[in-house]
């Protein structure tokens, strides 16, 4: 989410310092740059890094992301395979980002809502003009190409219509003679299709009604149609359109309208009082394509390419890096002594001789105990990487008790132990029979992790039910998760749909279980020995 407010605000300065340099530019030139812009708003940047166009284009970019510190970096990539979700509570900040991204969905789901009522409302103003106006036969000699009908609305002139284009007039302006420039002026942004641009307008300053720049955007934006329609109306009518304009922008009105956020978008000639003067002094002005605008408009574009290639290496530059991290990770001497140690004292680990199991778990709690604590990560990673060992040779002797006690040892009160070691818990409490202590542990480990649990973690959750004899809840914790190919749960759901006497959901299941466990009644597995990376290095 940094990567694409980031980028989407730095090419919107970028082209607002541009259209900023192009005052004396052809209004439609700015225009098409501003909507750009605005366009650049409903461009997902975070995500084109996956596209092969970027590949390579480290050395035009920089990384967005240092920034924000990732501090996902600071976890051996073993454990971010494994539980990418969890950190130490002290990491609370990386739990908080993806909450941006609810609030962001919120904000544009609303925004979506109040294009809606803008829709509504202008579907409204114009049966209500249907009603209060009449046509124009007396108007039949301008040579116009759209119907022209007379109201009672406040502004002098004004054109709707996506598909039935329509000018409307305020009565008054029949007698007035600025009708012909009013006129023209209405035409000429139907003929360039402005009608359309201005409902694009409105849709995006519907959505990014939050967004101070978008806002701002869309301002200049609207204001450049009219400059543009005052344009190519002054080569058409000469003088007589700039004075018609003047007289009739200028003069005091009896009654003035108050626009307000929730207007529907219409096409019309009057404007605050500060951009009419503008629009006035502008026609004075030739407007011509000179190629120091283009040269402009080309260093803009080129700009905002590379502000926009940067979010590569904001995604893949810095995976990159954290990669490298992870792989070769620098550790002190101090931390390698006491891996060393550790392994040495947990020799009889992968053996399956109980008498050579107890010597490694009695090994690894003494070299615990005489162990000089480290600092920063290394601590926490010696501390979680020994328990886990320990937590693998306890569940092989089956002694879960044993795990309950080593996890009071390692983890102390306040001592922010990593989430996801819940599992090992709640896994204990299952063995033990206290399962509604593993559903504690669980269901906090879910509160944590925002509802997402992992596959093994709501299988272990949905077990704890199932023992509880709470077939409902356990049911909805294994279709809460993404696991299609997840043998361990389909078995739990058969053994539920048994418990249910769901034969058809029994039936459905049954070929994605082993033949073991497809019988009646249904029999649940056997829970597994957790793994440790530290095995591997024995």
């Not at 970019?61 to 920034?67: G, L, Q, S």
Request: net charge neutral; charged share 20%.
């Amino acid at each position: 989410m940094t990567d694409y407010l980031f980028t989407s605000t730095l090419i919107s300065l970028c082209i607002l310092l541009t259209v900023k340099g192009l005052k004396n530019a052809p209004a439609r030139l700015n225009f098409y740059l501003l909507m750009i812009a605005l366009a650049c708003w409903f461009v997902p940047w975070q995500y084109l890094s996956q596209l092969s166009f970027f590949e390579g284009a480290e050395r035009y970019t920089f990384n967005v992301a240092k920034i924000v510190p990732d501090i996902k970096v600071l976890i051996p990539e073993d454990l971010q395979t494994t539980t990418p979700n969890t950190l130490l509570s002290k990491q609370s900040i990386w739990d908080f980002v993806p909450s941006l991204n609810n609030i962001f969905i919120i904000l544009l789901i609303s925004g979506c809502g109040l294009f809606l009522l803008r829709m509504g409302l202008y579907v409204k103003l114009i049966k209500t003009l249907y009603i209060n106006s009449k046509p124009s036969p007396e108007l039949k000699h301008i040579k116009n190409q759209y119907p022209i009908r007379l109201t009672t609305h406040t502004e002098p002139a004004f054109a709707t219509g996506l598909i039935k284009p329509v000018i409307w007039l305020e009565s008054s302006m029949v007698n007035r003679e600025e009708l012909n420039s009013v006129i023209q002026h209405e035409a000429t942004h139907l003929q360039q299709g402005d009608i359309y641009w201005t409902w694009i307008i409105c849709f995006t300053e519907s959505v990014f009604w939050w967004n101070p720049i978008c806002l701002k955007l869309t301002s200049l934006a609207r204001e450049q149609l009219e400059l543009s329609c005052d344009e190519l109306c002054m080569e058409k009518l000469k003088d007589k359109y700039q004075l018609d304009l003047a007289s009739l922008l200028l003069k005091k009105q009896n009654v003035t309208s108050k626009n307000n956020f929730f207007t529907p978008p219409l096409l019309n000639i009057a404007h605050s009082k500060s951009f009419n003067i503008q629009r006035i002094k502008m026609l004075n002005k030739e407007k011509t394509m000179k190629s120091k605008y283009l040269v402009m408009v080309a260093a803009a574009m080129s700009f905002s390419a590379l502000a926009a290639a940067q979010i590569v290496d904001g995604n893949t530059g810095s995976k990159q890096q954290s990669s490298k991290t992870s792989q070769v990770p620098v550790k002190s001497e101090a931390y390698n002594q006491q891996l060393a140690q550790l392994l040495k004292s947990a020799a009889g680990a992968k053996s399956d001789n109980p008498e050579l199991l107890n010597q490694a778990a009695q090994g690894i709690q003494q070299w615990h105990l005489n162990r000089d604590k480290l600092t920063g990560f290394e601590e926490a990673e010696i501390k979680l990487q020994s328990f886990r060992l320990l937590n693998h040779i306890y569940s092989k002797l089956e002694q879960y008790e044993d795990i309950l006690s080593a996890y009071e040892k390692w983890y102390e009160p306040g001592s922010n132990p990593p989430y996801f070691l819940k599992n090992s818990l709640a896994t204990a409490y299952i063995q033990l029979g206290r399962y509604e202590l593993a559903v504690v542990e669980l269901e906090d480990l879910s509160k944590q992790l925002e509802g997402k649990l992992h596959v093994g973690s709501a299988d272990n959750l949905a077990l704890a039910y199932i023992y509880l004899a709470d077939y409902d809840k356990a049911l909805k914790t294994l279709e809460q998760v993404d696991a299609k190919d997840d043998v361990y749960g389909n078995i739990l759901k058969y053994y539920v749909y048994d418990k249910q006497n769901n034969r058809k959901k029994m039936n459905e299941i049954k070929s994605k279980i082993p033949d073991v466990f497809a019988v009646t009644p249904a029999l649940l597995p056997q829970t597994g020995i957790p793994d440790s990376q530290l095995l591997r290095m024995l």
